[in-house]
């Protein structure tokens, strides 16, 4: 059974720290990482990962995989209030069934 | 361009009762699916379809049923509700290996 876990599960910080979120994974046939923000309403793609070692960036948000070790990491450096969502991490495992199977996510709370 | 639209927003059912998410995309997408999201439990895959007349099974499909006449359809059918169903529930859509496209979800209570 694929498995996808995300720590921690909830996390609260001040406006201005930088933080680390981590995705570990055990899946067979496995083809990409995805991290999704989601608010109030639906997930929104931040990053999709194939290959170990290439950091994607976009502003603030970055994040890397390493394929060796199973696992990723999403950083958020100076946070700000916005960034309170939760971060949810799926692996695609689906050879030629595509299957996401996604970690139970992580609640990051940013206060002022 | 609406991308994926999930109807209805909200609804209350009673146990027995049932009822049909309507789901609709107009990306062309061949790849569609829901999922439901309990809290602790993340997202679940009940059901999906890589193209028009194509179906299969998730993760939980049990209490559930699609079809996919259409490329820019796919409704989720709940035969006869449970209280175990209540959950918010969200239809997704992709082509090729680029990432899902998420509807803004259906929140379903079941008495």
């Known amino acids: 059974e694929d498995k996808v876990v995300q720590s921690p599960l909830s996390l609260v910080v001040h406006e201005g720290d930088t933080v680390t979120l981590n995705c570990s994974y055990e899946?067979?046939?496995?083809?990409?990482l995805l991290w999704y923000k989601q608010e109030k309403k639906a997930p929104t793609f931040l990053f999709m990962l194939t290959s170990s070692g290439i950091e994607k960036k976009s502003g603030r948000l970055s994040s890397i995989l390493d394929k060796k070790e199973l696992f990723s990491i999403l950083n958020i450096t100076a946070t700000q209030t916005g960034d309170s969502a939760v971060y949810l991490c799926a692996v695609n495992s689906g050879g030629s069934n595509y299957k996401l199977t996604f970690g139970k996510g992580t609640l990051l709370t940013v206060n002022p | 361009n609406a991308g994926v639209t999930q109807t209805p927003k909200f609804q209350v059912l009673k146990t027995g009762q049932s009822m049909t998410l309507q789901c609709a995309q107009d990306?062309?997408?061949?790849?569609m699916s829901w999922y439901r999201q309990d809290p602790g439990m993340g997202l679940r895959l009940i059901h999906y379809?890589?193209?028009?007349?194509?179906?299969d099974q998730g993760e939980v499909p049990n209490g559930y049923n699609v079809s996919r006449s259409t490329t820019e359809d796919f409704p989720l059918r709940l035969l006869s509700a449970a209280p175990s169903q209540t959950s918010v529930y969200f239809c997704a859509s992709r082509t090729g290996n680029q990432p899902q496209h998420f509807g803004d979800g259906t929140r379903l209570s079941i008495l």
């Open positions: 379809s890589v193209g028009a007349g194509i179906t």
């Open positions: 899946v067979t046939n496995f083809r990409s």
């Open positions: 990306m062309n997408h061949e790849y």
